[in-house]
């Protein structure tokens, strides 16, 4: 297991004991602002609120991160899709973020080199001078120099690329980052600011006065009746799921519902870490059908994607489709020397992005930019979707802007989350870390040494991943199950399901010990079966 770096301790942890959560919760009468959903934007949201002295609940239906926050493709990057498109302001924004990440949540975000491989004589200059241009936009916020590669260089930075007809490449530098444990990261950030934050406790109802949305009524798995909060601005951070909450908010004051979400998803395929040795990501910019391919090398392993397919329904864990799998093993073996079979594959999982369609019901829309959109209804349910990881900081401040400007909070004063270090962050990174090798204690940053304190830190279930860490995400991060503990405190789930499933047993022990209830084992056996299976 990966030794932590050498950094300072942080002080202890706080605790998320659920008793006692609950208990605060029962105890809120009224709060300036609920968010609903625990994915990037509510939890961001939530650190940024409470930052600027608001009283903040944010509840969350399943756990954090579980949808589309945990599904990402692992990057931390500017757009170099939208350079191409001449979208520049929103470039130099996410470049902007990219470093603050950078800063923030140095144990969690790293840069990461890619490579453009080049097959046609034209490809190195033309990629080349795009990408200089993107050097230019990130200018102090840059992380390494573009360069133009000859055939052997290319091919020291990435052994594993088919040598066939290579003339060259273009490297260039963007970040990578551990998206579940980000989250965490953010929701503990916001609980030690004050907010209170609660997973498996979802929104079942919304309040009216008068026909102003006043609140939220909610049911913790753990009670018998539903409980009811009042606030003076009530957010819908639901990600794909969005679309529930507006209706509900609509059939409450007789108005008409307008689907405001299209799901699309992002496939990726989990292969070993021997298909793509080294520590640079290749990037395909265009594959024979107009798509974009990459493989990033990810936690030992490589992530394989993405695709972008319409969805008919929004589904809990959605599958990949078999065309989609096709594509993606297709076009990494148009690359790589030795292409990628289904059997390969560790795990496989997906991601909903919402698509925003226009809408025409007479609600106030603010559409940030392509990446994001906020929407006041009538009754004043703040929804805000879209968007992605690098620019969840700037999206919290649109929100907050949006929640003022609509006469739902006084002005506040200027957000604090441009510089302030996440829960475990360093103020200082002595070592700079990789998100390419096995994972380990880095990840914990500043709570590493507490980590080691519990009992387990020497009995190691996987790699770099030991039962020290399962009862230190119970106790103090928020897991309450099997899945909790396996897929987001750890990432086992999404590197190797069938590693995952062997270890499962005994993590239900631990997490068991840990809360005294059933631990989810047979449900999680079932998810990681499916993780397992490629379709073709």
């Known amino acids: 297991m990966n030794s932590s770096p050498s950094v300072a301790r942080s002080p202890a942890p706080l605790e998320t004991q659920r008793t006692a959560l609950l208990q605060r919760l029962g105890a809120v009468g009224k709060v300036d602002l609920l968010i609903i959903g625990g994915g990037a934007t509510g939890l961001g949201l939530a650190l940024d609120a409470s930052l600027r002295g608001l ?144 997973n498996y406790c979802p929104v079942i109802g919304l309040l009216h006065e008068q026909g102003r949305v006043a609140g939220v009524r909610y049911q913790a798995e753990e009670l018998d009746s539903p409980g009811e909060i009042q606030a003076r601005c009530v957010v819908n951070a639901t990600g794909v799921w969005v679309d529930q909450l507006r209706h509900m908010d609509d059939a409450a004051v007789g108005r008409d519902s307008q689907a405001m979400v299209t799901p699309s998803q992002g496939v990726h395929l989990v292969v070993d870490h021997d298909f793509l040795p080294g520590q640079h990501a290749l990037l395909v910019p265009r594959t024979r059908d107009g798509r974009v391919l990459f493989a990033v090398p990810w936690l030992g392993k490589v992530i394989l994607g993405t695709t972008d397919t319409a969805r008919p329904a929004i589904e809990e864990e959605p599958r990949p489709l078999a065309e989609e799998v096709r594509f993606i093993l297709g076009e990494a073996g148009s690359y790589l020397a030795r292409a990628p079979r289904p ?64 006469g739902l909070l006084e002005r506040q004063p200027p957000s604090e989350t441009a510089d302030f270090l996440l829960v475990g962050a360093p103020t200082r990174q002595t070592t700079p870390i990789t998100l390419t090798a096995t994972p380990g204690l880095h990840s914990y940053g500043t709570e590493a040494y507490w ?9 190691e279930l996987a790699a770099g991943l030991t039962e020290a860490m399962l009862r230190f995400a119970v106790r103090y991060e928020y897991a309450r199950s099997v899945e909790d503990v396996l897929a987001r405190r750890s990432r086992l789930l999404f590197l190797d399901a ?39």
């Open 55 to 198: 009283s903040v609940v944010l509840l969350e239906a399943r756990d954090f991160a579980k949808g589309t926050s945990s599904r990402a493709t692992k990057l931390i990057h500017g757009g170099v899709r939208y350079l191409a498109q001449g979208n520049v302001a929103l470039v130099r924004e996410a470049l902007h973020e990219r470093r603050k990440l950078l800063h923030n949540a140095s144990h969690l975000v790293a840069p990461l080199p890619f490579v453009m491989p080049s097959y046609k004589c034209w490809e190195t200059p033309f990629y080349g001078m795009g990408l200089k241009a993107y050097d230019t936009l990130a200018g102090a916020a840059g992380l390494g120099p573009t360069e133009l590669l000859s055939r052997q260089q290319a091919l020291t930075c990435l052994p594993g690329v088919r040598d066939a007809g290579l003339k060259g490449g273009v490297k260039y530098w963007d970040g990578q980052f551990d998206d579940a444990r980000l989250a965490l990261a953010l929701a503990r950030s916001a609980a030690a600011q004050g907010a209170l934050l609660l």
């Open 498 to 536: 069938a590693q995952a499933a062997n270890v499962a047993s005994t993590a239900a022990r631990v997490v068991e010990e840990e809360t005294g209830r059933d631990p989810g084992l047979q449900a999680f056996l079932s998810l990681a079966e499916q993780y397992r299976q490629v379709p073709v």
């Open 451 to 459: 980590v080691q304190q519990l009992p387990g830190a020497n009995h």
């Open 343 to 406: 059997a390969d594959v560790r795990s496989a999982w997906v991601g909903l992005r919402p698509l925003v369609r226009p809408l025409r019901d007479g609600s106030d829309t603010k559409k940030i930019n392509r990446e994001h959109t906020v929407v006041v209804s009538g009754s004043g349910l703040v929804t805000v979707t879209g968007g992605k990881w690098t620019t969840y900081r700037a999206m919290a401040e649109d929100v907050l802007a949006k929640c003022v400007d609509a």
